[in-house]
Structure formats: structure tokens, C-alpha cells
């Protein structure tokens, strides 16, 4: 579904536009990782939650 979002995001996204997306641990997230870097985006870690069966990260994008 991340990938989906991501895949159209592009023409909605303004030149110094963010996206915000929360991941779980359950998700691939080296597919999710090298399909930013492919689109041309920065990725940063802004928060991270442990819980008792994954981890939720909020990532930051913004284009390169």
C-alpha cells in the first residue's frame, strides 16, 4: 500500500513539499527504502515507538 501511495505521489507533491508516512517493522522496508532513492527522495527518521510485536517509524520525505 506504501509503495502505491508513493508510486503517485509525484504529481501532487509541490517542489519543497513533505510526505509524512508511518511504517510497522512488518513492512519490507529495504523495498520501500531503495523505491524512495529511485524516485529521487530524502528520507529521515523523525520518531520511533517500540511496541510488544513491532516497531512504528515516522518518515519524513522531501524531494532530492
Same mark, same amino acid.
Given at each position: 500500500l506504501i509503495l502505491r501511495f508513493l508510486s503517485g505521489v509525484e504529481e501532487h507533491l509541490a517542489k519543497k513539499g513533505k510526505i509524512?508516512?508511518?511504517?510497522?517493522? $512488518?513492512?519490507?522496508?529495504?523495498?520501500? *527504502?531503495? @523505491?524512495?532513492? &529511485?524516485?529521487?527522495? $530524502?528520507?529521515?527518521?523523525?520518531?520511533? *515507538?517500540? @511496541?510488544?510485536? &513491532?516497531?512504528?517509524e515516522v518518515w519524513e520525505m522531501s524531494r532530492i
Open positions: 509524512l508516512v508511518v511504517v510497522s517493522s $512488518l513492512t519490507p522496508w529495504s523495498r520501500i *527504502k531503495n @523505491f524512495i532513492k &529511485e524516485k529521487g527522495f $530524502l528520507m529521515r527518521v523523525l520518531g520511533k *515507538k517500540s @511496541f510488544f510485536m &513491532e516497531r512504528l
